[in-house]
């Protein structure tokens, strides 16, 4: 029960966090990261757990219920659900191709793929002026309506959006070297860790850049530190 109260803790408002930006970020980062974690870990090893025990098949199937479960979860919970819908795209596409080709290694190739499209796309979103990263920031921190609508939340956005493009195509060549450098056990060793580390590494940078920008015009209007529980 306190495992699922610690997963279900609302992001921290500016207000809430310590003055010191390091920490401030690292305060942010301890209630998103399990979160975070756990939207993208469960379906990839839901998927190895049902391969190993049955098949590719249950393997892929179940990878899919655990992504949009994780997706329900999030929405009923009221936050925006970003990082879990990324998770589900990736994992529906990723079991099409394992279910075709029944290959285990295969279900973590096409996010090579899908890297490559989500980078593309979300460098085109800051091109025509709408950064895909004005949705995802509600996922990590609580920024009042107020501050959503300044011109300094939306050059966050933009760019924060920019260092998540260019971490999906930076990612999207590492995963793709990796396929055809490594033997499999290795390959999806490395595709788990290397999500794991970037994506801490990516989403860190990202509530950093933000608290750092907006904190000074979002605390007026939120609670100030002390008065909430840290």
């Avoid at 990082?83 to 080709?101: C, G, H, Q, R, T």
């Avoid at 950093?208 to 015009?217: Q, T, Y």
Wanted: proline share 7%; hydrophobic share 55%.
């Amino acid at each position: 029960m306190r495992m699922v109260s610690w997963l279900g803790r609302p992001p921290p408002g500016l207000g809430e966090l310590h003055p010191d930006t390091n920490r401030a970020t690292l305060q942010a980062l301890v209630i998103a990261l399990p979160r975070m974690l756990r939207n993208t870990m469960l379906p990839g090893l839901t998927f190895l757990a049902g391969a190993a025990v049955v098949g590719v098949e249950l393997g892929a199937v179940l990878a899919c219920l655990a992504a949009a479960s994780l997706f329900v979860i999030d929405r009923r919970a009221g936050r925006a659900g970003f990082i879990a819908l990324l998770v589900m795209v990736f994992v529906f596409l990723s079991a099409a191709v394992a279910v075709v080709s029944r290959s285990l290694p295969l279900f973590f190739l096409p996010v090579a793929g899908v890297d490559l499209l989500m980078g593309s796309y979300t460098l085109v979103t800051v091109l025509i002026g709408r950064p895909l990263f004005t949705s995802a920031t509600p996922d990590f921190l609580s920024v009042p309506a107020q501050v959503k609508q300044t011109p300094v939340y939306l050059r966050t956005a933009r760019d924060a959006t920019v260092l998540a493009g260019c971490y999906f195509l930076v990612r999207s060549l590492l995963r793709l070297a990796a396929f055809v450098w490594l033997p499999p056990g290795w390959f999806i060793a490395a595709i788990i860790v290397g999500e794991v580390l970037g994506d801490i590494l990516v989403v860190g940078l990202a509530i950093r850049l933000n608290i750092r920008r907006l904190r000074p015009i979002g605390t007026d209007s939120a609670p100030v530190h002390g008065e909430v529980r840290i």
